[in-house]
């Protein structure tokens, strides 16, 4: 399993902004190896974290190459005063069940 991190500082948001960010996410959402999402905001520094599970990295570049995602990634600077992306391996989870996993829910890959 894989995750993307993309942590964000937030400029102002419009119409254009949350349209084309509902089409991405329900077309990531779509995507064979689409596992789950979670959404942290951090008050203390107005950051913004959503972190996506995909089964592989080929599942992961379906997202990255698509073309609503190019011009999301190219329109940045208009939403966004900042951001990072992290690109993972998860090698192991564990817990209990009083905080389930955001990709149990999630079909199966």
């Given at each position: 399993m894989y995750s993307s991190t993309f942590i964000f500082a937030k400029k102002q948001?419009?119409?254009a902004f949350h349209r084309l960010d509902e089409?991405?996410?329900a077309m990531a959402k779509a995507l064979p190896g689409y596992l789950g999402e979670e959404t942290w905001e951090n008050p203390a520094t107005g950051l913004v974290s959503n972190v996506?599970?995909?089964?592989s990295l080929e599942a992961l570049q379906q997202l990255v190459q698509h073309p609503r995602h190019q011009e999301a990634k190219a329109a940045q600077q208009r939403w966004l005063a900042?951001?990072?992306?992290v690109i993972s391996q998860v090698i192991r989870t564990y817990g209990d069940a009083g905080v389930p996993a955001a990709w149990s829910a999630s079909r199966p890959a």
């Open positions: 948001f419009d119409e089409e991405i996410a996506y599970y995909w089964s900042g951001y990072q992306v």
